[in-house]
């Protein structure tokens, strides 16, 4: 019984380290077998992973409050947050970009979004992206500590609850064989355990922060699930299904909707 217990834990706890060396670049020193079965796995930890990006996030903010103007601090918020991600999400959402916006057959817009080189459409989406980011985050920065704090810590966690949904509800459209392709066909339970742990990571950073709680209880969470939901059902009439840039997409276009959402809230408080 006790060895059972060992490899259950072991195996979750590979699951963990496996979502935090997929989606961050913090070098966790532990040999990981990429199975398919750990990839599925993994997906559980999403949230806290995206926990991990948001309080690196948030402690740069705090850190630079008071030293340099917001839209400074912005910038080197933004940039420490895309670092953290080695850019894999948004990577994802140019080649997504190319694909979903060349008004071509579904058939080549699958085959541009594999191509690794950028086109137009991608560059021209990815700039936009980062300068309204950007100025998102000049104006939240400019609020109350516990309000820039709450929402960098919970926006990275919604946006990466809502990926496993994705990846147990809408069918796959990738190339078999393909990274995006373990996730295929995942059972709802690790959606549904994700999205629990989602919940009380919440719960933490309320209590930690003392924010109102119905704007994080209901409004991040909603929002995210509702954007995540739209948006898959057109790329899933685009496409036929969801592809492994698409999830990173959704993750970048999610995180936007709700540093907006968020933003206004904050400067509607000032």
């Known amino acids: 019984m006790y060895v059972v217990f ?46 991990v990006i948001g309080m690196v996030t948030a402690v740069t903010a705090v850190l630079l409050d008071g030293l340099l103007p917001s839209s400074v601090g912005a910038v080197l918020v933004l940039i420490v947050w895309v670092v953290m991600t080695g850019g894999l999400h948004l990577d994802g959402l140019m080649d997504s970009a190319d694909g979903l916006l060349s008004h071509r057959s579904r058939e080549r817009k699958l085959t541009i979004m594999k191509d690794s080189r950028v086109g137009a459409m991608g560059v021209i989406v990815c700039v936009f992206y980062v300068l309204l980011k950007g100025t998102l985050m000049t104006t939240l920065l400019e609020g109350e500590q516990g309000q820039i704090i709450m929402g960098l810590l919970l926006i990275p966690v919604w946006s990466r609850a809502f990926l496993p949904v994705a990846m147990s509800v809408w069918p796959y459209a990738g190339q078999q064989g393909s990274l995006g392709a373990s996730y295929a066909s995942m059972h709802i339970k690790y959606a549904f355990t994700a999205i629990c742990i989602a919940l009380l990571l919440t719960v933490f950073v309320r209590w930690g922060t003392g924010a109102e709680p119905s704007i994080t209880f209901a409004a991040l969470p909603l929002l995210a699930f509702a954007a995540g939901v739209l948006l898959s059902i057109w790329v899933t009439y685009e496409l036929g299904g969801l592809t492994g840039d698409i999830y990173g997409a959704l993750n970048e276009l999610i995180e936007l909707i709700l540093l907006l959402a968020w933003t206004g809230y904050v400067f509607h408080n000032m």
């Open 6 to 51: 060992v490899r259950w834990l072991v195996s979750w706890l590979q699951a963990g380290v496996a979502a935090i060396q997929f989606l961050t670049v913090l070098p966790i020193p532990m040999a990981i077998p990429y199975t398919s079965h750990v990839l599925r796995r993994s997906v559980v930890w999403y949230p806290a992973a995206g926990a």
